[in-house]
């Protein structure tokens, strides 16, 4: 029961103080790379919340050199602390605030090295253009190491085009180059890894339909390949070979891409987008073309890093720092997960759960993680692609198994791959090129563990796009 405080010699309702014993249980505090070196922190709420609802929390990162403190706050789990050193340790503790005030540091705290990620980078799937980058074109229809690297970071999948970003920040291509989305200024494809450049600042990347994305260490946008649609945001519809800036600002954070459309959000948490907006796609009220970056409404409350700016063909989803998943664009098969196949050139939000964690689309489905482990997906399903053991489409997100152990999740076009916490990869959906990597070219409607091992790295990120599939292990 609540307390009450005297203040003034007036006597006014109160709260309890959040005890230490009831501050916040740390569950997990990872290194993450990306824009600067980061902390992904982790935890569950107090079990005594004082009477008072929990207004916000606050994660520490403290060096265990030279006790520097680094913080960042947010309103649900988990909470990215920046700025920290490649290769530190850290102890991370968090805290809880309610109306009385904060509570003491989580009583039990562990500690985080901050740390690149990097690992071997194994592809397979459709390789008609090389796309697989072992070097040939032969489809795989298991994983496939491409070469003996083991300092690959990030990774990208474009429609028959592969691109990733190394942990010294060099950029390399390779597969269909038709329209110069390779971006090393031919049209000529590579079935085998090439550098773009000789820069080693680029530190986000994302494909679309024969196009990247990409955001610098610097915080400027880049962008190279088809651009029939604007979608390089150029504010034209010339093809590049080469990446070109868009604009000049240094304020973007996370980017991410559709068939034809870009998401990107800035870090003050503004939402911006370009591109195709036939079925209302981009957010902005229309459905007219934009090439060149226009913002979804005025709020500044899109989340980064985590779900945002992950889109599908011709719908996009983003989860805002509230937790809570909002969706717009095509719903011919309900992959808005809005309960009907409206269509939507706004945003919409998905329920009222706070607890979503990341969300992707393919061609008209979706996939999207919560905080709590849990996979949940909506939209088309004939091909087994919603993992919920059906193949009919559903308009409201569907709970994937019993699990609570997911990781990270990928949607492909009509596919999805996800990695559990015991880093054990799964796949389901669509297989006809190979793209579940289980040795076969059979539909799945549940999840299938790909092959035996448990060390696929978390740094995954973007595990699948069109007909092929990419995915790193722990080196």
């Known amino acids: 029961m609540p307390i009450s405080d005297r203040i003034g010699g007036f006597i006014r309702p109160g709260y309890n103080p959040l005890l230490v014993a009831d501050a916040p249980t740390i569950g997990t505090a990872d290194g993450e790379s990306g824009l600067g070196t980061t902390v992904s922190i982790t935890f569950t709420a107090p079990s005594d919340v004082g009477g008072g609802a929990i207004t916000s929390y606050e994660a520490f990162a403290t060096d265990t050199v030279t006790a520097a403190v680094f913080t960042a706050s947010g309103s649900s789990s988990p909470i990215t602390v920046t700025g920290v050193t490649l290769g530190q340790t850290y102890t991370v503790t968090v805290s809880a605030t309610n109306a009385y005030g904060p509570s003491g540091s989580s009583a039990a705290s562990n500690s985080a090295t901050a740390v690149s990620l990097a690992g071997e980078l194994w592809t397979w799937g459709y ?52 329209y110069g989305q390779l971006g090393d200024g031919s049209i000529t494809d590579r079935s085998s890894p090439v550098q773009v450049g000789a820069l080693t600042d ?33 504010g034209n ?172 999740i990928s949607r492909g076009n009509r596919f999805v791959l996800g990695r559990t916490t015991g880093g054990t990869l799964f796949s389901w959906g669509y297989n006809d090129t190979g793209m579940l990597g289980l040795g076969n070219m059979t539909n799945y409607s549940s999840p299938k563990q790909v092959g035996a091992l448990t060390t696929w790295n978390k740094s995954a990120g973007e595990m699948s796009n069109a007909g092929h599939s990419a995915a790193f292990q722990s080196s």
């Open 127 to 178: 390789n008609v253009d090389g796309q697989v980058g072992d070097g040939s074109t032969v489809q795989r229809n298991s994983p496939v190491q491409v070469g003996a690297l083991t300092d690959w970071s990030k990774v990208s999948l474009s429609y028959k085009s592969t691109c990733v970003i190394k942990s010294d920040g060099t950029l390399w291509s390779w597969g269909d180059n038709g």
């Open 202 to 234: 680029w530190a986000e990347i994302a494909g679309g339909r024969e196009f990247f994305a990409s955001v610098k260490t610097d915080g400027t946008m880049w962008a190279w390949g088809r651009n029939n649609s604007g979608q390089l945001g150029q």
């Open 237 to 408: 519809t010339t093809s590049y070979s080469s990446p070109v800036q868009i604009g000049a600002l240094t304020d973007w954070s996370v980017v991410g891409a559709g068939k034809e459309h870009v998401l990107a959000v800035k870090t003050d948490g503004t939402l911006w987008t370009w591109g195709d907006n036939a079925n209302g796609q981009l957010g902005d009220g229309s459905t007219t073309d934009r090439s060149s970056p226009v913002q979804v409404g005025a709020l500044t409350t899109w989340a980064t890093p985590g779900g945002a700016g992950e889109s599908g063909v011709s719908h996009s989803l983003c989860v805002k720092t509230d937790g809570t998943l909002w969706t717009w664009g095509g719903n011919g098969q309900g992959q808005l997960g809005i309960g009907n196949t409206t269509y939507k050139s706004s945003p919409v939000q998905v329920g009222a759960l706070t607890d979503w964690s990341k969300g992707l689309g393919g061609d008209r489905g979706s996939a999207c993680i919560k905080t709590d482990g849990t996979v949940w997906t909506m939209g088309r399903s004939d091909s087994g692609e919603l993992g919920d053991g059906t193949t009919t489409d559903k308009s409201s997100p569907v709970q994937v198994g019993a699990l609570t152990t997911w990781a990270d």
